[in-house]
């Protein structure tokens, strides 16, 4: 169960196909960080924000590089999500 903190951190480098799915009982906002590999840790994550309506969303990552980590605006206890990576 996500409870509105930043979650994640999945590097996406090596993946061809990479896709979020959410499905979300009511309306929401999801912000994706984008950071760099590098160490130390180069600025500030890049922030990238989608309107999630009640249902099923697909949002395609393969514009994202490096790790992402995830964040949505409101709680949803019954929300679902996946992550596909291929």
Same mark, same amino acid.
């Given at each position: @169960? $996500?409870?509105?903190? $930043?979650?994640?951190?999945?590097? !996406?480098? %090596?993946?061809?196909?990479?896709? &979020?799915?959410?499905? *979300?009982?009511?309306?929401? #906002? !999801?912000? *994706?960080? +984008? #950071? =760099?590999? +590098? &160490?130390?840790?180069? %600025? +500030?994550? &890049? ?6 309506? +009640?249902?099923?969303?697909?949002? =395609? !990552? %393969?514009?994202?590089? %490096? $790790?992402?980590?995830? @964040?949505?605006?409101? $709680?949803?206890?019954?929300? *679902?999500?996946? &992550?596909?990576?291929?």
């Amino acid at each position: @169960m $996500v409870r509105g903190d $930043v979650w994640g951190s999945f590097p !996406l480098i %090596g993946y061809r196909n990479t896709f &979020l799915k959410v499905f *979300v009982s009511g309306s929401n #906002c !999801l912000k *994706v960080f +984008e #950071c =760099d590999m +590098e &160490l130390p840790a180069a %600025g +500030e994550p &890049l922030i990238t924000k989608y309107q999630l309506n +009640e249902g099923r969303n697909v949002i =395609d !990552l %393969g514009g994202f590089h %490096g $790790v992402v980590s995830f @964040m949505s605006e409101k $709680v949803d206890e019954r929300s *679902v999500i996946f &992550l596909e990576f291929s």
